[in-house]
């Protein structure tokens, strides 16, 4: 599976890449912007976003986000970070971050998850995450609700996708 998403990793981010001009880049770089940050790390993830099937308050059965499950890897491919419920981030050395939404964007690409800023605070051993206090999700691609309607409540269901994360303190 993960040599599957890496796969899909280079060739979404390459369509990304064509996608999306420097200056766009840069725009959204600063729509999300957090004043006094110093950047620590910039990674790669690849993952999935995994839905439930679940009765909404009209009484229908719908997917509703559980939460993300991707490797974030850094320039030279390592994987360094493993993402997963909270929404929470665990680098390799045991330090951790857990995170909350404080502002949102769409994505530049169709039919993508948002871009997103989190404040976050350390709940692992101290190591390269422990002094992070901000992480953007920006360049999102894919990630949304499963197309297929779901049909059976508590039926699971999942979409592959890919983002930058940066890491700030």
């Given at each position: 599976m993960n040599h599957l998403l890496r796969g899909m990793r280079i060739a979404i981010g390459a369509g990304l890449v064509s996608l999306m001009g420097a200056a766009q880049a840069q725009s959204l770089a600063q729509s999300l912007d957090i004043p006094g940050a110093q950047l620590l790390?910039?990674?790669?993830?690849a993952g999935v976003q995994i839905y439930a099937c679940e009765y909404g308050a009209d009484h229908t059965l719908g997917w509703v986000f559980q939460q993300p499950r991707a490797t974030l890897y850094d320039a030279h491919g390592a994987a360094v970070i493993e993402h997963s419920a909270g929404p929470s981030?665990?680098?390799?050395?045991?330090?951790?971050?857990e995170g909350k939404v404080v502002a949102q964007m769409p994505s530049d690409t169709p039919d993508s998850v948002p871009q997103l800023l989190l404040a976050t605070h350390s709940t692992g051993a101290q190591g390269v995450l422990d002094s992070v206090r901000y992480v953007q999700r920006v360049r999102t691609v894919g990630g949304v609700k499963p197309a297929a309607p779901c049909t059976a409540e508590h039926e699971s269901g999942s979409s592959p996708y890919i983002a930058t994360y940066r890491f700030y303190r």
């Open positions: 790390l910039t990674t790669t993830a981030w665990q680098a390799r050395d045991g330090s951790r971050i």
